[in-house]
């Protein structure tokens, strides 16, 4: 089992940055990959975001690519995600996810507990 601890979500004004970090434990040598989703009230699900470890390797949205960037830092098991050039379609709770997979990077097999990020003037 992997354990995956969000934190950094919060309200900032539209042009703003916020950086959201998440951080597991557990099982991490079954990770292949660790990324981000997010969900919009009324929304389905969005894949934004992922960041393989083997190869080093990262794939974006489209909706995100060129103002998000995630980093890890493997001293401290933890991948972040630098938010800059925030709009308010960016508003959604947030989640952490971590598969297993080394083709589908996308596919989650543990979950975040989410966290809140508000983009409002």
């Known amino acids: 089992q992997v354990q995956l601890v969000e934190s950094g979500g919060g309200l900032v004004q539209p042009g703003g940055s916020l950086r959201l970090s998440c951080a597991a434990s557990?099982?991490?040598?079954?990770?292949?990959?660790m990324g981000w989703y997010r969900q919009a009230p009324g929304k389905q699900r969005e894949w934004l975001v992922a960041a393989l470890f083997s190869g080093g390797t990262t794939n974006y949205a489209d909706s995100v690519k060129g103002r998000f960037t995630i980093f890890r830092d493997n001293a401290k098991n933890t991948v972040y995600l630098q938010m800059n050039s925030l709009k308010p379609e960016d508003t959604a709770v947030y989640y952490c996810?971590?598969?297993?997979?080394?083709?589908?990077?996308?596919?989650?097999?543990?979950w975040g507990q989410g966290t809140q990020v508000t983009v409002s003037s």
């Open positions: 557990g099982s991490i040598v079954s990770i292949n990959a």
């Open positions: 996810y971590a598969g297993r997979s080394t083709l589908a990077f996308n596919r989650a097999d543990y």
